[in-house]
């Protein structure tokens, strides 16, 4: 089936006219169709406009001006926090109301010009801020391995998307993990760029030094093809960096002899399930026999990366959320002055994650409280960069769990946000320190079959190395070949 | 940190966020508790640490001081829950 096949598989049968861009929309909308009822990764799709764009894709090919569109045909689905022009922007939240986004963000205009069929608003936590997908206000998404799971989050529904062969790959933001951990507990492939890669114009800010927009894809060669599209310097956010954008997926050799890899000692902590440990070792013994070679290596302050995320992550967000007020856009609670407007708006508009996120917040950066709180933070986050800067000295990519333990139950951790939080912990210090990081699959837990996510993370700017190394261990396996989609459609 | 040690009624008003009384208690007691665990960054000594605000630090992004087209005042206007005359419509703010 069209929708199952990988987009450098794909685009080569567009070129060469086998088979429409119109087919391969049709064939994921059709699977939409089927199974989207049972995991729920899509708000909301616009059809007629998705098979618009594939006719027009349809019309260059058939013109012969199809070169340089090295995505081309391929529908890729967009987590509902990136601004595409005349569609719904919701964040998974109600205080958004009926929002249209009046322009594409920069990720869009390139995903468009390189050939791609953007479609779809997919799931997600409430303004991203969530590790289970639980906190949209629109319904949870389930994981299409087992529908009594959660996919992981924040970007859960483009990591279901993509696993159950909706859609050929999607776009997701990860702050703390919301692209590895969902890619990890859901069985595809996730990319989190180094800070600054990747433009954030069109993005709905969480937390503004730590989000990034990556791609989910169904293999490693995929996640480079798009990180290439997405990548560079855009003078709409001065936090992207001008540095070339290297040809990615040409540096995918497999060949990995002489590299060095660094497996962090303090990773290796209780609360890991079994299981996942038996599963990285195993990929680590295979990356072994791939000619690299492994080293332990030390990051000191892992165990205070969760207490200096949420500082940082927090008062970021609470200062890039006070823009929804109920003034200029979205659903607004009236009140007798502004004040008990916003106050009411913003009570009726966000979901309890949300606010809790946004008090803790506004404490940690309240008058008395700053210092001990939000400075404080700022000076270990420094502490958690140096260790990795340190570390990168001696290898060349880090090898971690991308998450201690596979898909968790609905309901299970979403009364105890603590918990939830430090599920998040292999994945955390990664944005805190700004580099890149990948998860892939390496593997399944028994009884119920789950994915296990294998973390690779690189040096800023190393996604080169970083995706080679991911690549040869992919090749050397079949772990994604694996596919959920007979259980799904078994019920 | 006990959970009676944040006023969660005062920051809620610095955040403009109305809650209710439930609402009030629930974030306190959970807040307690995650700041209790916050509590351990205190075993490091930070005092000769650079704070970090930005992993990728750049230093004065110009860009062409030129005019460009921007959003038209009605497309900046259409999802505005309550217009007017071109502008945004909001509660009367002075008598």
Redesign the interface.
């Known amino acids: 089936m069209l929708n199952q096949l990988t987009i450098s598989e794909l685009t080569a049968k567009v070129a060469r006219k086998e088979v429409s861009a119109r087919e391969v929309m049709q064939s994921c909308l059709d699977q939409i169709g089927r199974i989207d009822g049972q995991i729920h990764a899509f708000l909301s799709y616009d059809a007629a406009d998705a098979l618009a764009q594939a006719d027009a894709l349809d019309k260059v090919v058939a013109g012969g001006a199809a070169a340089n569109r090295p995505l081309l045909g391929a529908p890729i689905g967009i987590k509902d926090v990136l601004a595409v022009k005349g569609q719904p922007l919701n964040c998974a939240s109600k205080i958004l109301g009926k929002f249209v986004s009046p322009y594409d963000a920069t990720v869009i205009q390139r995903l468009k010009a390189a050939g791609a069929i953007v479609f779809g608003r997919l799931n997600m936590d409430e303004f991203a801020m969530g590790s289970s997908t639980e906190n949209s206000a629109f319904g949870v998404t389930r994981n299409p391995w087992d529908t009594s799971r959660i996919p992981g989050g924040s970007s859960g529904g483009s990591a279901a998307a993509v696993a159950a062969d909706e859609c050929l790959a999607a776009l997701g933001t990860d702050t703390g993990g919301s692209i590895r951990q969902p890619a990890a507990l859901c069985g595809c492939v996730g990319l989190k760029p180094t800070y600054g890669r990747v433009s954030r114009y069109g993005l709905v800010a969480f937390a503004s030094s730590l989000d990034q927009i990556g791609p989910f894809t169904k293999d490693v060669r995929d996640a480079a093809m798009l990180l290439e599209v997405l990548s560079g310097v855009d003078h709409a956010d001065s936090t992207s960096v001008p540095q070339p954008v290297p040809h990615y997926a040409a540096g995918l050799t497999g060949e990995i002899k002489g590299l060095k890899i660094g497996l962090p000692k303090e990773y290796m902590v209780g609360g890991l399930d079994p299981e996942v440990n038996q599963a990285v070792q195993n990929a680590v013994k295979q990356l072994q026999q791939l000619g690299a070679e492994v080293i332990e290596i030390s990051l000191p302050h892992t165990d205070y990366a969760v207490a200096t995320y949420y500082i940082v992550a927090t008062a970021e967000a609470s200062a890039n959320l006070a823009r929804f007020d109920g003034i200029r856009y979205g659903a607004r609670v009236e009140g007798s002055d502004p004040i008990s407007l916003y106050g009411n708006t913003r009570g009726a508009g966000f979901g309890a994650e949300v606010k809790r996120r946004i008090i803790l917040g506004t404490y940690v950066l309240s008058s008395g409280y700053y210092d001990a709180y939000y400075l404080r933070a700022q000076k270990v986050r420094t502490l958690i960069r140096q260790d990795f800067l340190k570390a990168f000295e001696k290898v060349d990519v880090i090898v971690t769990p991308t998450s201690p333990t596979a898909a968790f139950k609905i309901g299970e951790k979403s009364d105890d946000p603590l918990q939830m939080y430090l599920s998040d912990i292999f994945t955390i210090s990664c944005n805190l320190a700004g580099i890149c990081g990948v998860s892939l699959p390496c593997g399944f837990t028994a009884n119920p079959k789950l994915p296990i996510g294998l973390q690779v993370l690189g040096k800023p700017f190393g996604e080169e190395t970083l995706l080679k190394v991911a690549h040869a261990y992919e090749q050397s396996t079949r772990w994604h070949k694996e596919k959920p989609i007979g259980k799904l459609t078994r019920r | 940190m006990a959970a009676t040690e944040?006023d969660?009624k005062y920051?809620?008003?610095?955040?403009?966020?109305?809650?209710?009384p439930e609402?009030e208690q629930k974030?306190g007691a959970?807040?307690g508790?995650?700041?209790g665990?916050?509590e351990?960054?205190?075993e490091?000594d930070?005092s000769e640490?650079?704070?970090?605000?930005?992993?990728?630090p750049?230093i004065n992004?110009m860009?062409p001081d030129e005019v460009r087209p921007s959003?038209p005042t009605e497309?900046?206007l259409?999802?505005?829950?309550?217009k007017a005359n071109g502008l945004?419509l909001?509660?009367?703010?002075v008598e």
């Open positions: 944040i969660v920051v809620a008003h610095l955040a403009r966020l109305t809650l209710s609402e974030i959970q807040l508790n995650i700041l665990y916050i351990k960054l205190r490091l930070v640490v650079q704070p970090t605000a930005h992993a990728v750049l992004v860009r959003l497309e900046a259409r999802n505005a829950p309550a945004f909001v509660p009367k703010i």
